[in-house]
Each structure stands twice: as structure tokens, then as C-alpha cells.
């Protein structure tokens, strides 16, 4: 394999596998700094493989797209967590990749997850492992009640959870999610949500974007405003830290965001993390003067890294498929971008999906301005010119 740093050379490609709105973003970072891009994705008009030099189109564990993704690329990273941590590996035994499967094991998995995450000192909330109907008795399970009930693999966006009220709820709930090996976790009392996105080097080296504050809606992000407002500094702080050392503990490279729940008392409680750049970083590309996707590309090729500095205050809003429907309307309509891109301070970004569906991640808008009131005050505009909730 090919020495670091992979220098932008005009030839060097790097690869992501999954080619979704992060991938896209992520291709058009890459093209930027001058590298070659290659996508693999099973659908042949996905975001990023319309943008990338190349595209495979195949499904993430066929052997022959592997073997023609890595025949093209420096370098390989994932953009989807739920890309199969085995096509990594596959991929790992031909070209660079980064993070390596055996971090994408651990984040893949919510009870591989939780254990990182008390092996490496960081708190999270009570939870218990259900895997048979024996489980869902036990006292220490019924004991974290009300609580949430979540998939160990492939949930996202508030998908593969049910909550829980009462032990007499268990069994229903547990059948609504198909029985799978589950998590049940303690309903938290939630003040407030944040994440934190860190960047680590082969190297070890590690750097960081600031602390963002979330609000979902739905279960599903609808909000990231930074710096984060309701935040005291020391929390801010503690955060970062325990970002990084979830980082260190997995030896892992590449972009890891890691979210938090803040508790009414002020506990710092670490949620989930997401091996690759994040829904809620995306104002990192307009707000600061290295975004979550550069990030992705300096840790892939072995690049410096160098700590981000936030430029401007910024408020991002999720723009869902809802936005193409009006009331009671089954044919989607174009929403009025020139009423928000009227307003100073506001970058849209759409991700060229074809067709809208209520809850689909169709772009974001992330207004920057001098100071935060203003950025929350222009946002507050721009979602009323929308007909998005106030926050
Ligand atoms: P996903 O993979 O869908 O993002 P999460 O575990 O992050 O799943 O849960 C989605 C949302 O549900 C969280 O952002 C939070 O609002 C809420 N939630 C999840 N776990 C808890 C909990 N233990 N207590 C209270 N709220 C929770
Ligand atoms: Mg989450």
C-alpha cells in the first residue's frame, strides 16, 4: 500500500463506500483538495456516486464492486454506518481504509457500543441486553423502566426504537421489533442534546469541531445550533474529552461524532456514536474554516491536521421530504428557496435526490452571522419562510 501522506497528485482517488448526502458531501471536499473520488452504492443515481469521478454500482459486500473499488482507489472510507463492517474488512486486505471494520464493529452494534463506552470510562445511561423472551423478566430489565427499547444493529433516525412504560408493555414491544437482539435502556430526563465531532490521525493526532447543540423532532435531527447556547463551558469541555478518548480507546482514524445527553442535573451522559461525519456537524462547511468532510479527507490521506476554528455563529435546519408537501397534497412542490436565500447569511444545501418522501434528509440550510442572536433570529426567519416549526 501506497506510503502517507496520499498527495492530491491528480491521480490519487480516494473511495467512499455509500453514496448518500455525507458521501456526496465528502466526494465534493475531496475534489476540492484535487484527489479523484469513486463511490460504491447499490443505486446507480445516489447522491455521491452522480458526483464522483467514478462510480460502482453494487451491493456493499459483492466481492467483484469491492475488487473494482479498491482496484481504483488510494484510500477507502465509509459513509453510512450501517455500510457492513465485513465489506471493510474485505476491503482492508487491498487498499487503505479508515476507520478500520473494527471500530465500525463497535458502532454498529449498540451493546458492543455501550461497553466501549464503560471500558473507556465514559458514562451512559442504564441499559440491559435483551435477547430472549427469558430476558425481558428479569429484574434488573424491568428495573430501567419506562425506558427505550432499540435495536443493537441497524437503527437510525429514531427507526428500530420503542418506548417502553410498563413491564406489561415489554413483550408487545419487543414483537414490534421483530425480537431482535435489543437494548433496553432508562428513559432519560433530556435537557438538553449535543454531539461533538473529533478528527483522529494514523498518527493518533486529534482535533476537534466545537460543541453543537441538537434539537430532534421525531426522533429524527431537526436543529444544530453552535456554539451550543444552554451550555455551560466546563460541560463543553468534558465532552471533547471524552469524544477524544472514545477516539484513542478504539485507536481509531478517521471523523467520529459522539452524542450526548446533558440531564436536567448537569450529568454529561454519552447516547451513540456514528463512525464517519454527522448530520449534526453539516454547519461545519459554511461556519468553519475546515469542515467535517475536510476533516474526513486529511484523516483518509494521512493528511496534517490542524484544529478547525468556528468562524461564525451558525443555526442549521434539516430539510425533510415534508417540506415538498403541502398540507393534505400528495404531488410534491419546489419550496420557495429565493424567500430563504432573500435572508443575509443563509447556505443551502440540496443533495440532487430525485424524488421527496415525507422524513427523507433532502439538504439543509445553515445560516451564519455575526453574532449568535442574529444567526437564531435570521433561522427563526428562514424556518417561518419555510413553515418548519419555531425552536
Ligand atoms: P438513532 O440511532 O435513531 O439516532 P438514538 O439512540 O440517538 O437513536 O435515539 C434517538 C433519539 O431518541 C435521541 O436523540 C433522543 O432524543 C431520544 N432518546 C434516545 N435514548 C434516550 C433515552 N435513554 N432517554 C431519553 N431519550 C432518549
Ligand atoms: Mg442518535
Not at 466501549?116 to 430476558?135: I, K, L, M
Request: charged share 15%.
Amino acid at each position: 500500500m501506497t506510503a502517507l501522506p496520499l498527495l492530491p497528485d491528480g491521480r490519487t482517488t480516494l473511495g467512499v463506500m455509500g453514496g448518500g448526502q455525507l458521501g456526496r458531501m465528502f466526494v465534493q471536499a475531496a475534489q476540492r483538495l484535487g484527489y479523484r473520488t469513486a463511490v460504491l452504492d447499490p443505486d446507480a443515481a445516489s447522491p455521491a456516486g452522480t458526483v464522483a469521478h467514478t462510480q460502482v454500482v453494487g451491493a456493499y459486500l459483492d466481492d467483484d464492486a469491492l475488487a473494482a473499488l479498491a482496484a481504483d482507489c488510494a484510500a477507502v472510507t465509509t459513509e453510512f454506518e450501517n455500510v457492513p463492517a465485513p465489506a471493510l474488512r474485505a476491503l482492508a486486505g487491498r487498499v487503505r481504509v479508515a476507520p478500520a471494520a473494527a471500530a465500525v464493529d463497535i458502532c454498529q452494534d449498540r451493546v458492543a457500543e455501550k461497553r466501549h463506552f464503560q471500558r473507556s470510562g465514559v458514562p451512559c445511561a442504564p441499559y440491559a441486553v435483551v435477547e430472549t423472551v427469558a430476558d425481558l423478566a428479569r429484574p434488573e430489565v424491568q428495573a430501567l423502566l419506562p425506558g427505550i427499547l432499540k435495536t443493537a444493529r441497524l437503527g437510525y433516525d429514531g427507526k428500530g426504537q420503542v418506548t417502553v412504560a410498563t413491564a406489561a408493555d415489554l413483550p408487545a414491544a419487543w414483537a414490534a421489533l421483530q425480537q431482535a437482539r435489543c437494548v433496553l435502556e432508562q428513559r432519560l430526563p433530556l435537557h438538553r442534546e449535543l454531539s461533538v465531532i473529533v478528527a483522529r490521525g494514523s498518527d493518533g493526532q486529534t482535533v476537534q469541531l466545537p460543541l453543537q447543540q441538537n434539537l430532534h423532532r421525531d426522533g429524527i435531527l431537526a436543529v444544530t445550533e453552535v456554539p451550543a447556547p444552554d451550555v455551560p463551558a466546563a460541560t463543553a469541555q468534558a465532552a471533547g474529552q471524552q469524544a477524544r478518548q472514545l477516539a484513542a480507546s478504539m485507536d481509531y482514524v478517521g471523523v467520529l461524532c459522539v452524542e450526548f445527553f446533558l440531564l436536567a442535573d448537569g450529568s454529561l451522559v454519552a447516547n451513540e456514536m456514528a463512525p464517519r461525519p454527522h448530520n449534526s456537524g453539516h454547519y461545519s462547511l459554511d461556519a468553519c474554516d475546515q469542515s467535517q468532510f475536510d476533516l474526513q479527507v486529511r484523516t483518509l490521506a494521512g493528511l496534517p491536521l490542524v484544529a478547525p476554528r468556528l468562524q461564525a455563529p451558525a443555526v442549521m435546519l434539516n430539510l425533510l421530504g415534508d417540506l415538498w408537501f403541502a398540507a393534505g397534497d400528495t404531488t410534491p412542490r419546489t419550496p420557495d428557496w429565493a424567500a430563504v436565500l432573500a435572508l443575509p447569511g443563509t447556505h443551502l444545501h440540496l443533495y440532487g435526490k430525485a424524488e421527496a418522501r415525507r422524513g427523507r434528509k433532502m439538504g439543509h440550510l445553515t445560516v451564519t452571522a455575526a453574532d449568535a442572536a442574529t444567526a437564531r433570529a435570521v433561522a427563526l426567519q428562514a424556518a417561518e419562510r419555510l413553515g418548519l416549526p419555531a425552536f
